[in-house]
């Protein structure tokens, strides 16, 4: 489209100058050049719905070929067209990974945030840019495969300075399967995932140093994103199993628990290992069992109280299997705790309904305010898809509430023990400020215990 046509589409000169928060006279500048500047593109491309190939100026996928920087050995290529050029690391694609590209603003625990297994389906942007400095080893895993299935960086990876570490980054990638791209502008494309939403896209890391990157930008618009999609199923256990590791402690490392008060079944949507630490660290025996359990296969354990774990994917579409079971747990009255998809799949069971949010919430500074308390804590978090507050029946409150947005982070049952909570109170990586929902979750289960 030309620049007289799109600034007709927003309105004329004045609405176009509204939108983009420039002045008219820009507006006339644009329209003489007949161009826009490379740092209104994200603000056009939501104000109008086009795709950066359709505005005039805007570098396709032709012109990307052709400015292929030397030494470029992988690229990161866009639905809309835009490419960003690299150099690989970790396994070469024989088969390039289509994902939605994500953020991520931790400033510690890659390898936690590589294996959560709620990054099922994205490619993680790292806005850190010193990753892989400690290296990687096996005791930082939150599950034993990587979920992501790419990362970008910034600077290219460099030797491990760190006691624990047992191998370089790039070499625990390479051993998974997984590819990445350092050397590129991951400022520059967190912005345009800010301004414009997430973008589906492509890590291309192609072992013969081939790019077809009009196939490439094909394969990022064919794919179908993460709405009406459910990975829970396939991050989760098929089996059920018992666990009673505690968190790491120095200098014992990790340890036992050896006289568990509760038996708690944790069903697993995705479920991080920091998380069955922490139900074991409050003494909890815990039996896990897979997302697809039904409220017979959770209640036959005899469970003092069941928790609902962390996962990928759209929880509407997960809602098909696990809504029922939920609904025949909170039947039975045994205490109920969720976090992060189980908080969303909580949410659902009771009648409420989940959207997808623009550009969701990853990382460990996430500000969130208790309601009960006025208190604000500093969260982890990893999240696409929230809570509609306003879809929340009678006899469920709010209890917390997101800082930056204002989107939903914690409710809370009138009638009955369960609650739930948006973030991740095991802060794996991030800080410890949420621990205490732990504790809150096991007063509930004293509580039954007392009553009966």
Known sequence: MTVDEIIDRLGGAEAAARALGVGTEAVRKWRHSRTFPARHWP????????????????????????????????ALVLADGS??????LGAPTAEAPVAEIC??????????????????GQIITFTFPHIGNVGAN????????IAARG???????????NWRAAQRLDAWLRAQGVPGVAG???????????????????LAYPADGRFDLAALQNQARAWPGLEDMDLAKSVSCTQTYEWDE?????????????????????????????ILRCLASAGCRVTV???TASAEDILRHRPDGVFLSNGPGDPAATAEYAVPAIRGVLQSGVPLFGICLGHQLLALALGAKTYKLDRGHRGANQPVKDLATGRVEITSQNHGFAVDDGSLPEGVRITHTSLFDGSNEGIACDDRPAFSVQYHPEASPGPSDSHYLFERFVGLLDVRAQAD
Do not use: C
């Not at 490419?83 to 690989?88: A, C, I, K, P, Q």
């Not at 096996?138 to 495969?145: G, K, S």
């Not at 590129?184 to 492509?202: H, K, M, Q, S, Y």
């Open 83 to 88: 490419v960003f050029w690299g150099r690989g």
């Open 246 to 274: 505690m968190e790491w402690a120095w200098p014992e490392g990790f340890s036992r628990q050896p006289a568990p008060k509760h038996h708690v079944v944790a069903v697993d949507y995705g479920a991080k290992r920091n």
């Open 138 to 145: 096996p005791q930082d895993l939150e599950a034993q495969t």
């Open 103 to 120: 953020f991520n603003t931790g400033m510690t625990g890659y390898q936690e945030t590589l294996t959560d297994p709620s990054y099922a």
């Open 184 to 202: 590129v502008d991951t400022r520059a494309l967190t912005l345009r995932i800010r301004d414009g939403g997430a973008p589906n896209g492509v």
């Open 151 to 161: 990362l970008v960086l910034k600077q290219d990876v460099t030797e491990a300075s």
């Open 289 to 291: 069992v897979p997302a």
């Open 43 to 74: 603000a056009l491309l939501a104000a109008t719905g086009l795709t950066l190939a359709e505005l005039p100026g805007a570098p396709g996928v032709e012109a990307a070929a052709s400015d292929r920087p030397q030494g470029a050995t992988a």
